[in-house]
């Protein structure tokens, strides 16, 4: 039961996390990737084992916003904005900043103290999906947030009861 509760308490930092950082100045219309154009739609090549050879261009306008994932079940949240990422995976929160170059470099420092996501290189982002490769050989694959899940329902409920009895009056 403790396990529910903490995965949902995960979650739910993870959703604030996101909603805080996309609110903050995402409406400007402007961009910091120094005219380099919109979002890649080049995927990546493959990622070869060692070093960063493989990875795609990409630049910081593409990753920007709120992406999530389940890594085996476990919610995981980036959300990358103004040139800083916050991480919620594993119960714990990372932060810093992206770092440009060659390569987008994520370089976060975990409040917990964990290390497996702090030293991570973006691999592809294509405007939907954003592969992280981390230096701990974690990887991961992450969906754009922000979708309006599909299978909602539209109207108001139907077939209600009626004649209920009135509350007693508060005294």
Excluded: F, Y
């Excluded at 403790?2 to 604030?16: E, F, P, S, T």
């Excluded at 609110?23 to 080049?42: I, L």
């Excluded at 954003?130 to 230096?135: F, G, H, I, K, P």
Aim: a negative charge; glycine letters at 18%; one cysteine or more.
């Amino acid at each position: 039961m403790q396990k529910l509760v903490r995965n949902g308490a995960v979650a739910v930092a993870a959703l604030a996390s996101a909603v805080a950082l996309t609110a903050c100045g995402s409406g400007s219309g402007k961009s910091d990737d120094g005219g380099k154009g919109g979002a890649s739609t080049a995927p990546s090549a493959a990622a070869s084992s060692g070093g960063h050879e493989g990875h795609a261009d990409v630049a910081l306008a593409d990753v920007e916003g709120a992406w999530i994932s389940a890594d085996g079940g476990k919610p995981v949240s980036l959300t990358i904005g103004q040139g800083q990422a916050a991480l919620v995976a594993d119960g714990g929160v990372c932060q810093g900043p992206v770092k440009e170059g060659e390569h987008l470099e994520l370089a976060l420092v975990c409040k917990d103290g964990g290390t497996d996501r702090t030293s991570g290189t973006i691999e592809s982002a294509d405007g939907k999906q954003l592969v992280v490769a981390w230096a701990s050989g974690k990887k991961d694959t992450l969906t754009k947030a922000g979708a309006v899940p599909t299978g909602l329902p539209t109207g108001l409920p139907t077939g209600l009861p009626t004649g209920l009895p009135s509350l007693p009056p508060q005294p």
